[in-house]
């Protein structure tokens, strides 16, 4: 079975600086996928970044990054320059590689609220 | 636009009703799942269909039923609602050419409330 951790319930920043949200994961498939999604306030499901597996370096997108660690099972997200709009629920999730568990599985997710 | 198109967008009905929720997938993905997110939760797997049939089953309670139609849109039944059924459903499509890189697309919800 698939499991995704967060523990950061919360998590106050200040705007313009930088932040990081955790994430584990457990996983007995080889093969795998990571991704973070954004929840704003008005529910919609917004898709930030993608880690594979077997990927070497680091996914980035813009000011997203993924720190990845897979000896360590963590897959955090790293924000640099927060911004206010970046206020929102975050998700992690995991999907498996073999037929049948394509799914994505969600951890608990973290709301980050930027302070202007 | 996402590309998968989600209806309603809301809904309110009362304690021992029948809806259905609808969800079209994106132009060209096979696959459809469905999630339910509670009042501050994460989101939980309920169930996928790939090409017209059941794939997985996560935890769906025995009173929802969902399908995939021929032409790939799907709908969700949910029967004999009680309050707890309250909550926003997720239809995200994917590809799922059986890659972990395949990507997946959320419809914007329907947010239920049963009254």
């Known amino acids: 079975a698939q499991k995704i951790t967060q523990t950061q319930p919360g998590m106050f920043v200040q705007e313009k600086e930088a932040v990081t949200l955790d994430c584990t994961y457990d996983?007995?498939?080889?093969?795998?996928?990571l991704f973070w999604y954004k929840q704003p306030s008005s529910g919609e499901m917004i898709f930030l970044i993608y880690?594979?597996?077997?990927?070497?370096q680091n996914a980035t997108e813009g000011r997203y990054s993924l720190n990845f660690q897979k000896a360590r099972k963590s897959a955090n997200l790293v924000i640099s320059a927060s911004q206010l709009g970046d206020s929102a629920m975050y998700f992690c999730?995991?999907?498996?590689?073999?037929?049948?568990?394509?799914?994505?599985?969600f951890g608990t997710g973290t709301r980050l609220t930027i302070i202007p | 636009d996402s590309g998968v198109t989600q209806t309603p967008k809301h809904l309110i009905t009362a304690t021992g009703q029948r809806v259905t929720l609808r969800c079209s997938p994106r132009?060209?993905?096979?696959?459809v799942y469905w999630y339910q997110q509670s009042l501050d939760q994460g989101l939980q797997f309920l169930i996928q269909?790939?090409?017209?049939?059941?794939?997985a089953k996560g935890n769906i309670l025995e009173r929802f039923s969902a399908q995939q139609f021929p032409d790939l849109h799907s709908e969700l039944n949910l029967s004999s609602l009680e309050l707890g059924d309250s909550a926003l459903y997720f239809c995200?499509?994917?590809?799922?050419?059986?890659?972990?890189?395949?990507?997946?697309?959320f419809g914007s919800g329907t947010r239920l409330t049963v009254v």
């Open positions: 995200a499509s994917s590809s799922n050419r059986g890659r972990p890189t395949d990507g997946y697309t």
């Open positions: 996983t007995s498939d080889q093969s795998y996928g």
């Open positions: 880690q594979g597996s077997y990927d070497e």
């Open positions: 999730a995991m999907r498996g590689g073999h037929f049948g568990n394509e799914k994505l599985t």
């Open positions: 132009s060209g993905d096979l696959s």
């Open positions: 269909y790939y090409n017209g049939e059941e794939r």
